[in-house]
């Protein structure tokens, strides 16, 4: 089943309501009178390049507070192209951190003057859980407040996610961004791989060289985990898509694949199969032939390369350090169990080496308390929370947005499992895509089923399809608890 568009009275293309012009009205007398206050004083005072900059970021700061669906996909395009750590005039402004913050200023009052509250769900719970957590296990190392302000945005980025994009339009903005942004960051890391600019990684067989961005992207195993999820949606839109459309969509997935090849990695390697794997299922209607399709392409894609991606032998160095890692953070987590060993504790307690898994990452650091709301979130990404109130159909199975955007996520936690990024934001921004498109499933559902004169936007919202119960409860801590002790077992029998 496709997703359909709640009925609301949105902008077009933008997912979010226009302002009472009775409300903006004031707002904007007073955004006048401030800037013209501050261009006199400025020019008094300064020169003139610095008041043109002052007035393009107060102006921009105004948009994204009139406009917080734009604050949004500013907030997106800054994640991946990360000009703070390429132009050297821009360092230390923390502009995700502040184009964020302003998006949900612009986003409270938008919700002020509608008379709106924040979307119903558990990941609300769940993800503020994940936040107090960290913040209460970093206070026996005084780091409280990075704490806060480190996981406080990956709570913020996930409630902008859940209450800006609240239509299929604004939903395929985003995708659409995403695309754009992922493609640029392929194209930028080839053209740095093929110029000589290459990361010399020795794997103790010789030198290899490794495709890599700028800032976390530097690290080509991130690099390839952030262009997984991106290549599950530009499949989908290469297969939905029209004859032209659809060539340029295979052209972006094909440039997102050898992207993924050249960076080397191995865990972006086993995220590439489950992606293209999983897609060639799907489309095929004929499981059996499908079965033997993906493993095939799977097989060439493994053995078809050669060097680091396909050396998995657990006693190759690299590999090996990390099965011992992992277990020292389940005996930490055996010493800590409830709240762990703190924020940024798994550096002290590994001789000042990461986890390089997310997983364990997590429960070290937070517990059984932390690890729980972060398994939470992302068990409703896959099954709980935000479901209809009556059952899906049969072709809801087939793919559809939601799928692909499923897809994607579990592409990127495949790549997760060997990266310490518990608290990356681009981890949550593919999290959202999820969770997003299947409250516009449900609410569309739900829309359908209410009579004309209740169509309303506080009645077809998404919040009209949260839903949570005792199994939900029951099937996270089951995962909770399986998923330590695979990690456990897994790592005792590779180390």
Known sequence: MSIREPILLDAPGTGESPAPLSAVGPVLLAVVTILCCFVAYALAVGNENQVIAGVVGILGLVIVIARPFWGLLFFVGLLYTRPEET????????????????????????????????????????????VGVATASAVQHGNWLDALQDTG???????????????ESGYETVVTSILVFTGFLAAFSAYLYFTGAALQYDDGS??????????IFSDPNDLAATMVPALALALFRAYKASRYRRWAYAGLSALIVSAIFLTNSRGGLLALMVVVGTFIFLITRRKVLAALLAGVVCAGLLFGTSGRMTNFDSQEASSNQRFWYWSNGYDQLVESPVLGVGYAGFLE???????????????????????????????C????GRRPARKLPATETALTPLTAARIGCAGMLVACFFLSRTYAPVT???????????????????????TASSLTPGNA?????????????????????ASIAFIKAFSDHMK
């Open 428 to 450: 949550y921004l593919i999290m959202g895509l999820p969770l997003t498109a299947s409250s516009l499933t449900a609410s569309s559902l739900t829309a359908s089923s209410l």
């Open 381 to 384: 990404c896959f099954q709980g």
């Open 153 to 167: 945005r990956l709570g913020v980025l996930l409630l902008l996610f859940l209450n800006l994009v609240r239509t």
């Open 461 to 481: 919202g998404p919040e009209a399809a949260s839903r949570w119960h005792l199994r939900d409860t029951m099937w996270l801590l089951g995962l909770t608890i």
């Open 349 to 379: 307690i590994n001789g000042g080496m990461t986890a390089h898994n997310s997983f364990v990452l997590c429960f070290t650091e937070l517990g059984l308390v932390g690890y729980t709301c972060w398994m939470g979130c992302l068990y």
């Open 87 to 130: 132009i050297p005039s821009l360092a230390g402004m923390h502009l995700p951190l502040v184009i964020s913050l302003t998006t949900l200023v612009g986003l409270l009052l938008q919700m002020a003057l509608k008379g709106e509250w924040f979307v119903r769900s558990p990941v609300n719970f769940l993800i503020l859980g994940f």
């Open 206 to 215: 010789g030198v290899v060289e490794r495709a890599q961005a700028t800032g």
